[in-house]
């Protein structure tokens, strides 16, 4: 049985994958006995989910006839798993450390299915870049010096992108400026070991329009690229393609109906992710192609004239319902009146939105742990960890339980393979890390747990 917590009338139920959905609702017993055996907080993934996302964003690109070039933003989540279906599907990866690129070639990914981003790699990690061909996105004149000087002196050409600060991110440290890019363009233009690709971008915030106004920005230096004799292949738009975790008019009203009270703060977190917000990744990707660009053209015309390759680097929107976080409740304690804190086998490392003054405003799904539901009084809590922390809490939110929970029972985080579940995770009064496993079918058709690790995947 599943039962839903939520403030009455203003809940948060997830969006779920009908896989997922069938395990929380119909095999709750299953998900006791995987608790029981692995430890809590336990991870399962589906790395079919990935390729079902890259899936739709690729039909798309194909629908609006653009050429494409979609890397799965490994940092999002650490499963090989998740890397590994990406790569099986045809996709490219995003790797933005040394030990995400020496995971992604092991499970057999090829320079040319890799992209380096992030601002600040170290000299080894440029060399492994090197040594594969990978495509480098350079973020400063100064990185473009570093990697100049660790280039051997026969080689195929280094592909490169150039990393551009758009306008509307003027005060970031990623990136560069229109006048930079153009000093490295004649940098560039004079090094022969370098192959000029093409621009990069990622902005914050899930905003398609912002995407436009930078692809204009980098458009002007396209052209300027040309004019200089280098010939660009690629403007890659980074991440940013938005989840929908709970539906939209529900998300709307929980944040028109929620008050400083519902939180044991007394505050509302000034800034939450846009859990319900009004597009799936398909369709904000559909919008971008569709929108008016330069000369009455559209974004998607645009690319086809320019025979420009659209890359980008989804993170979350590949980890769309890739993964729930099973947490075993150790005990509920009374605070007076109504009110109670839940403690869980685990740690907010593991649920992590409170470290960033924000919450998940996502409702999680209580599994009984065997027991009959007693009728009980409904019940409000908040939600803990197991450490000394007074920081450790999961959910800030005071969640009403219509049936109040016991020890032994599960709370489930639904969807929380996008940068929740093992950002922070860490060995914490030295319990041991949190356990990951891949859900697939055996050739019945029948669930099987399988390890997520690189040796296993
Ligand atoms: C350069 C770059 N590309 C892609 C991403 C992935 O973003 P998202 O997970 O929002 O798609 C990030 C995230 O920080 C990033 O820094």
Not at 205 to 218: C, I, N, S, T
Request: overall charge neutral; glycine content about 8%; hydrophobic content about 40%.
């Amino acid at each position: 049985m599943t039962l839903h917590c939520h403030k009455l009338g203003a809940g948060l139920p997830p969006i779920l994958r009908s896989e997922t959905a069938d395990l929380l609702a119909r095999r709750g017993a299953l998900l006791l006995d995987w608790v029981a055996h692995h430890g809590s907080p336990l991870n399962l993934v589906w790395p079919e989910a990935l390729q079902e996302n890259l899936a739709a964003l690729r039909e798309v690109l194909i629908e609006h006839g653009v050429e494409h070039a979609i890397y799965y933003g490994a940092k999002v989540n650490k499963s090989p798993g998740l890397v590994q279906a990406a790569l099986d599907a045809g996709g490219g990866i995003d790797v933005s450390s040394l030990y995400e690129l020496r995971d992604a070639r092991r499970l057999g990914a090829g320079g040319t299915r890799l992209v380096a981003t992030g601002p600040a790699k170290t000299k080894a990690f440029h060399q492994e870049l090197v040594a594969c061909n990978a495509l480098i996105s350079v973020d400063s004149p100064e990185e473009l010096e570093d990697l100049i000087s660790c280039l051997p002196a026969a080689m195929d050409a280094q592909p490169i992108l150039l990393r551009l600060q758009p306008e509307s991110q003027g005060k970031s440290r990623f990136g560069m400026k229109a006048e930079a890019i153009v000093r490295c363009l004649a940098r560039i233009a004079g090094e022969g070991r370098l192959r000029f690709d093409g621009l990069h971008f990622h902005l914050g915030g899930y905003r398609w329009q912002d995407r436009v106004a930078a692809l204009k920005e980098a458009a002007g230096l396209i052209a300027e690229a040309r004019n200089m004799g280098l010939s660009p292949r690629m403007i890659d738009i980074g991440g940013g393609l938005p989840i929908q975790y709970v539906d939209h008019q529900q998300y709307r009203a929980h944040l028109a109906a929620q008050t400083p009270d519902d939180y044991r703060t007394g505050k509302i977190p000034a800034s939450f992710y846009p859990y319900g917000g009004p597009l799936s990744a398909a369709d904000w990707l559909r919008r971008l192609l569709r929108a008016q660009f330069q000369e009455g053209q559209t974004v998607a015309r645009y690319f086809k004239r320019q025979r420009l390759i659209l890359g980008m680097e989804p993170g979350r929107a590949l980890a769309d319902q890739a993964a729930i976080t099973a947490f075993r409740i150790t005990r509920v304690k009374a605070l007076g009146g109504d009110t109670h804190v839940i403690f869980v086998e685990g740690s907010s490392f593991s649920a992590c939105e409170t470290w960033f003054a924000s919450e998940f405003l996502v409702d999680p799904i209580l599994i009984p742990g065997g027991r009959q539901p007693s009728a009980s009084s409904p019940i409000r809590a908040y939600l803990a960890g197991h450490s000394c922390l007074d920081d450790d809490v999961l959910s800030n939110r005071w969640l009403t339980f219509p049936v109040a929970p016991q020890a032994g029972d599960l709370l489930v985080h639904a969807n929380t393979a996008g940068y929740q579940m093992d950002l922070l995770e860490n060995e914490f009064h030295r319990h041991p890390m949190p356990t990951r496993l891949r859900m697939l079918r055996d050739a019945e058709g029948r669930l099987m747990l399988a390890p997520d690790t690189i040796e296993e995947v």
